[in-house]
């Protein structure tokens, strides 16, 4: 008896330490650096990948925590393109739910357009998308430091992937 008692308390432990788990929100942050060094966060993957770009962690500015993620421009003649890094997400145990995604964005010295987007993909293409588009710095310093953004977009059954894109 003292046997299944000792189970039952180990196995009531583990169901409760399961539903903590599952109540804390997903952190995308970059706080670890991936194997090949800080170009970019853990988890994360580039999509496309700018030639006249320079991608990298940086830790001495950051709204929280230890790193942030900056890219920056280098002088080119050809036409500049997107340098963009993804992380994608399986939305089994998502479906049929609400996804909220929050973050901070810095436009200082911001020359061209950021962009963040949450969005869902299944079997005939895009299912559902949330942009937010930062323009570049204006006049204003204030408006360089760090902004708060918010997407949000429900995850259709039909859902294959869900996707964030910087």
Same mark, same amino acid.
């Given at each position: ?5 000792r #189970?039952l308390? !180990? &196995?009531?432990i #583990?169901?409760?330490t399961l539903a903590? !788990?599952?109540q ?5 942050d970059?706080?670890r #650096?991936?194997?090949? /060094?800080p170009?970019?966060?853990?988890g994360?993957?580039y999509?496309?990948? !700018?030639?006249?770009?320079k991608a +990298? ?6 709204h929280s ?8 421009g280098e002088?080119?003649?050809e036409? +500049?393109s997107?340098?963009?890094? /993804?992380y ?6 998502l479906? /049929?739910?609400q +996804?909220?995604l929050?973050?901070w964005?810095?436009?200082?010295n911001?020359? /061209?357009?950021?962009r963040?987007?949450l969005e869902?993909w299944?079997e ?6 949330? &942009?937010? @588009?930062?323009p570049? &710095?204006s006049?204003r310093?204030?408006?360089a ?6 997407? @949000?977009?429900p ?9 964030? &894109? #910087?």
């Amino acid at each position: 008896m003292n046997c299944l008692f000792r #189970i039952l308390i !180990a &196995t009531a432990i #583990i169901h409760s330490t399961l539903a903590v !788990a599952a109540q804390q929100p997903l952190n995308l942050d970059f706080e670890r #650096i991936s194997p090949e /060094g800080p170009a970019r966060p853990w988890g994360w993957q580039y999509f496309f990948r !700018a030639p006249h770009a320079k991608a +990298v962690m940086d830790s001495t500015v950051a709204h929280s925590g230890k790193y942030s993620y900056r890219i920056s421009g280098e002088a080119q003649q050809e036409p +500049v393109s997107p340098h963009t890094l /993804g992380y994608w997400i399986d939305p089994w145990g998502l479906k /049929g739910k609400q +996804v909220e995604l929050t973050g901070w964005i810095s436009r200082e010295n911001l020359e /061209g357009q950021a962009r963040v987007t949450l969005e869902t993909w299944g079997e005939e293409g895009k299912i559902n998308a949330d &942009t937010m @588009n930062f323009p570049p &710095t204006s006049e204003r310093p204030a408006d360089a430091l760090w902004m708060p953004f918010s997407l @949000n977009i429900p995850v259709d059954s039909a859902a294959y992937t869900l996707s964030l &894109t #910087i």
